[in-house]
């Protein structure tokens, strides 16, 4: 892995909210905050019940966007999530709880439900550094 998408891991791991966006089908968008996980290859795990509408609105629209960070140092994030089903869904489940226990109780509900998003396209901003410009940097894949 190189240093820009290390760089991304880790800074995603020490993080445990992230807002997604999502569009309705309507076309409007419709934001949250939500817990995360992520894996190895970059691709974010969450869960949500299938009442609420990013739910609804990602089974519509698989396209999603995320913000990541607070402060000097975001992540903007693009990509496309997948509803998680089988040993998947139980391998997202373990992950996530993994990185925030406060979130097994909910693992199990019937209307509990997790995806997983592929990264399209990704931008590091950390302005906490000396430069003027900071530490700028985008992965497209």
Do not use: C
Not at 122 to 136: E, K, L, P, Q
């Amino acid at each position: 892995m190189d240093e820009q998408k290390k760089k991304v891991l880790e800074f995603i791991r020490s993080q445990e909210l992230g807002v997604i966006s999502a569009v309705t089908p309507a076309g409007l968008p419709e934001a949250a905050v939500i817990g995360i996980s992520e894996m190895d290859d970059l691709s974010l795990i969450f869960g949500t019940f299938n009442t609420y509408r990013k739910y609804k609105n990602i089974k519509a629209n698989q396209n999603v966007a995320f913000v990541i960070g607070w402060g000097n140092a975001t992540i903007q994030y693009e990509g496309v999530a997948r509803e998680l089903e089988g040993s998947e869904r139980e391998e997202a489940k373990q992950i996530h709880t993994k990185k925030s226990p406060h979130s097994a109780k909910f693992g199990d509900l019937a209307e509990q439900h997790f995806f997983k998003v592929t990264p399209k396209w990704i931008r590091y901003t950390d302005y906490s550094r000396d430069s003027v410009y900071g530490d700028v940097f985008e992965l497209k894949f």
